[in-house]
């Protein structure tokens, strides 16, 4: 909520302030405007509290809808625009989807609540100065020992980032497409692949989007290629936010550079710290502390809590703890942190169990959910660790038509992604995504060794992956 807002009776009231507002705190206003409800243009104007050119404005709510961040509906003098997502309950679909301990469901049910009912609160930064590296621990021994033995690979007596570089081509794919879909991003699994490998924008998503995810591309390179040198050190977090930011601030010697002013958290009573120079501090404290630590799971469940409850830089937090969580896991040859599956609800609603309430129960829930859903692709051994994927099961047969329709018709990729989505949607509404990500993993699967579970030939399999790969 911005810190203009005064007071709230049956509309926002601002104080009046200078004719010059910059944009960052221009977005933070509207967005606190649309946190109560969808609003015309002219009303979001007339409750500003600043003076703003209507064509500024206009570009103002076209760039948040591009982020993904507004919805905009109805036309002309009826378009109305409202926050994307509130942050109330979770989505029916989504409930009990991550199994989540009592303090997790506890953190659930403060965090879900009107944020009006949820105390303000700044950064605390005993928080982070009262945690001792080795001795005390986010993670329990059995999580270690739980998350080890999922995480194990063939690599583990090889130099360090050797398992890395040989899964690159994938690892690519899947944490650049799903840490971007954390951020709203909507570009397809298929999508993404297309553009990392062949260089080919998607044509209906926006610049930003396309920015978002080439920047991944960028930065997860740069660690699998420094793997063996590389550390919690200033100069590597600082060159990793550069990378995931690029060309994405307004400000272009923002990349790379901490904070020098206050920020909000949108849907969050949580206020960041403001003073550069205390950001500075606790930033290399989180750095030195994680270096200290000798685990290397406690070392990333550490910098994804502690990076974004500081947010050291004027945005891409989130992204950049993200990927810094993989460098002690890419060190050790284990299993990467990807993401998949994650719903961004779990996530969010997790990060502010830790801005709020200094509470990690509800987040650490969500991370070794996650870590095993990523060790479940990269070491194929979902059969061993529990039962089959039900929704696969469940779509099965309509999987393998749509796989064999593609393949026997020729497709190119970019025929194929419509011909997906096109079925998608004749399936409920609340399958869908899902359904279209199943099957385009399926799709970038496939291969000379498993072809035939679609009832295809061999020469056929041959002459579609010609046109599949571009080729012909």
């Known amino acids: ?21 910059d944009k960052k705190k221009q977005i933070e206003i509207i967005l606190s405007l649309l946190a109560e409800g969808s609003l015309s243009i002219e009303q979001i104007s007339d409750q500003l509290g ?42 029916k679909e989504q409930e009990d989807l991550i199994p989540l301990s009592p303090e997790g469901k506890e953190i659930l049910g403060f965090i879900t609540k009107h944020v009006a009912k949820r105390k303000p609160v700044s950064y605390n930064r005993l ?14 021994n059995g999580d270690k020992e739980k998350l080890a033995e999922i995480g194990r690979t063939q690599g583990g007596n090889q130099p360090a980032g050797t398992y890395a570089q040989q899964i690159l081509n994938r690892l690519l794919i899947d944490l650049s497409w799903n840490s971007s879909r954390l951020e709203g991003n909507t570009y397809s699994l298929l999508d993404t692949e297309r553009l990392i490998h062949e260089g080919t924008p998607a044509q209906d998503k926006s610049l930003r989007e396309t920015q978002m995810i080439l920047n991944h591309k960028d930065a997860i390179e740069f660690l699998v290629d420094t793997a063996g040198d590389i550390s919690f050190s200033r100069h590597i977090i600082l060159n990793l936010h550069a990378l995931l930011s690029n060309n994405l601030l307004p400000d272009p010697a923002a990349p790379g550079r901490l904070r020098e002013f206050s920020v909000g958290i ?33 070392q990333a469940f550490f910098v994804s809590v502690h990076l974004p409850y500081l947010q050291p830089f004027d945005d ?47 987040f650490k829930d969500v991370f070794i959910w996650a870590y095993e859903r990523s060790a479940m692709r990269y070491a194929a051994i979902r059969q061993s660790l529990g039962e089959p994927d039900t929704f696969r099961l469940q779509y099965r047969d309509k999987i393998r038509t749509v796989i064999l329709n593609i393949a026997l018709q020729m497709m190119n990729k970019d025929q194929a992604k419509h011909a997906i989505q096109s079925e ?28 035939a579970r679609y009832k295809i030939s061999l020469d056929e399999f041959r002459k579609w992956q010609e046109i599949w790969r571009g080729r012909a």
Do not use: C, W
């Not at 600043?50 to 507004?70: G, H, V």
């Not at 990467?336 to 990690?360: A, K, S």
């Open 316 to 362: 891409v937090n989130k992204r950049v703890s993200r990927l810094a969580a993989n460098i002690p896991l890419n060190r050790h040859n284990l299993a990467p942190l990807t993401f998949i599956d994650v719903p961004e609800e779990y996530y969010v609603r997790g990060l502010l169990g830790v801005y709020e309430l200094n509470r990690i129960e509800l």
């Open 424 to 451: 998608a949607q004749t399936l409920p509404a609340d399958d869908r995504n899902k359904f279209i990500e199943a099957l385009e993993t399926e799709l970038l699967g496939m291969h000379e060794g498993n072809y």
């Open 50 to 91: 600043f003076a703003i050119k209507r064509r500024t404005l206009q570009r103002r709510l076209k760039e948040l809808k591009e982020d993904n961040r507004i919805a905009v509906s109805g036309d002309a003098r009826a378009t109305r625009y409202s926050l994307k997502e509130k942050l109330q309950g979770l989505p």
């Open 127 to 140: 928080f982070l100065e009262h945690y001792r590296p080795n001795i005390d621990s986010y993670l329990t």
């Open 1 to 21: 909520m911005s810190q203009y807002l005064v007071s709230r009776q049956n509309s926002f009231n601002f104080v009046a302030i200078r004719n010059s507002v």
């Open 266 to 298: 949108t849907n969050s009573v949580f206020t960041p710290l403001a003073i550069p120079q205390l950001i500075s501090e606790f930033f290399d404290l989180i750095l030195e502390n994680a270096n200290l630590i000798e685990n290397p799971f406690e």
